[in-house]
Nanobody, 120 residues
Framework: QVQLVESGGGLVQPGGSLRLSCAAS????????MAWYRQAPGKQRELAAG???????IYADSVEDRFTVSRDNANNTVYLQMDSLKPEDTAVYYC??????????????WGQGTQVTVSS
């Protein structure tokens, strides 16, 4: 079993910055992709940013050039640096991790979610 612990959410003014962290622990052989999803009130959960095991990144159009996703493979941690935040970035942010279990089974895990509120 794998546990994900998120941190870093909170209240910030428009134009401000926040950094989210998600640390994975437990029975981990290898982590494939890591990502951050978000869900605003009344909307579907959407991918905000993701990063592969090789370091390739993908971003939603709405966060491109403002958010930066990174990972620390030695510590099984993924980060999301969020700059120039806008009120429309307000959402619950969820960490997602895809873990490889030998010989070739992938299992998806989700964090508990952390609230990000952008408001003056």
């Amino acid at each position: 079993q794998v546990q994900l612990v998120e941190s870093g959410g909170g209240l910030v003014q428009p134009g401000g910055s926040l950094r989210l962290s998600c640390a994975a622990s437990g029975s981990i052989f290898s982590i494939d992709a890591m990502a951050w999803y978000r869900q605003a009130p009344g909307k579907q959960r959407e991918l905000a940013a993701g990063i592969t095991s090789g370091g390739r990144t993908i971003y939603a159009d709405s966060v491109e050039d403002r958010f930066t996703v990174s990972r620390d493979n030695a510590n099984n941690t993924v980060y999301l640096q969020m700059d120039s935040l806008k009120p429309e970035d307000t959402a619950v942010y969820y960490c997602h991790v895809r873990v490889l279990t030998p010989p070739h089974t992938f299992v998806d895990y989700w964090g508990q979610g952390t609230q990000v509120t952008v408001s003056s």
